[in-house]
């Protein structure tokens, strides 16, 4: 069935890199879509969403894009710290009234 | 303000056992969710309510049930826990739509069926 992927299921940069993490998607009806970063032990925590009629969202050292012709999301985040090191999953609402679909997520891993 | 709450944060029940998971919302929420994690997996949706004394069946719903008696309240049921139910259970709300807003996570109760 349609899913929501991530390219890569983990990436490692180091301390002061930008990250790039991607997300496929294949409904190209879904309209809304979020970033949540998970900690390990912890519950998942928004980070930037984007709508459908946007395709570039900032936020504070994250940017999230959307590209519909290839039906891609990207989460940027810039000057990665140790921090930043989690969890990081996509989803998407493939119609109004619809739960999320969660993506299987992407491990960031960042090295001082 | 404390967002989203879980309890138990822990547990571990034998084959057959029941348990209820209780989560709790301070933000006047309308939409509550309940999601289970499992190992390389993203979050599956278990059951959702839009609302007081409303349940609706998400993706993954066999094995347990829900109730919403108070709009700050979302219980999760095991009425005979399976090892296949082990996993780290989520509950999350929001504030409005249902899937086009932000949902807030509570931090999950792990639960271990043996």
């Known amino acids: 069935g349609e899913s929501v992927g991530l390219h890569l299921p983990t990436l490692s940069v180091q301390e002061g890199d930008n990250s790039i993490i991607n997300c496929a998607y294949s409904?190209?009806?879904?309209?809304?879509f979020i970033w949540y970063k998970q900690e390990s032990g912890k519950g998942p925590q928004f980070i930037i969403d984007i709508r459908s009629n946007m395709d570039k969202r900032q936020g504070q050292r994250v940017t999230v894009l959307l590209n519909k012709t290839v039906k891609h999301l990207s989460l940027q985040i810039a000057a990665t710290q140790p921090g930043d090191s989690a969890v990081y999953f996509c989803a998407e609402a493939r119609q109004a009234g619809t739960a999320l679909i969660f993506g299987k997520g992407t491990t960031l891993s960042v090295s001082s | 303000n404390a967002g989203v709450t879980q309890t138990p944060k822990f547990r571990v029940l034998k084959t057959g056992q029941s348990m209820t998971l209780l989560c709790a919302q301070d933000m006047n929420h309308e939409y509550m969710y309940w999601y289970r994690q499992d190992p390389g997996m993203g979050l599956r949706l278990i059951h959702y309510?839009?609302?007081?004394?409303?349940?609706a069946k998400g993706e993954v719903p066999d094995g347990y049930n829900v109730s919403r008696l108070k709009k700050q309240n979302f219980l999760l049921g095991l009425e005979s826990a399976a090892p296949s139910q082990t996993s780290v259970y989520f509950c999350?709300?929001?504030?409005?739509?249902?899937?086009?807003?932000?949902?807030?996570f509570g931090p999950g109760t792990r639960l271990l069926v043996l």
């Open positions: 999350a709300s929001s504030l409005t739509r249902l899937g086009g807003e932000t949902q807030y």
């Open positions: 309510s839009v609302g007081e004394g409303t349940t």
């Open positions: 409904n190209s009806a879904s309209d809304y």
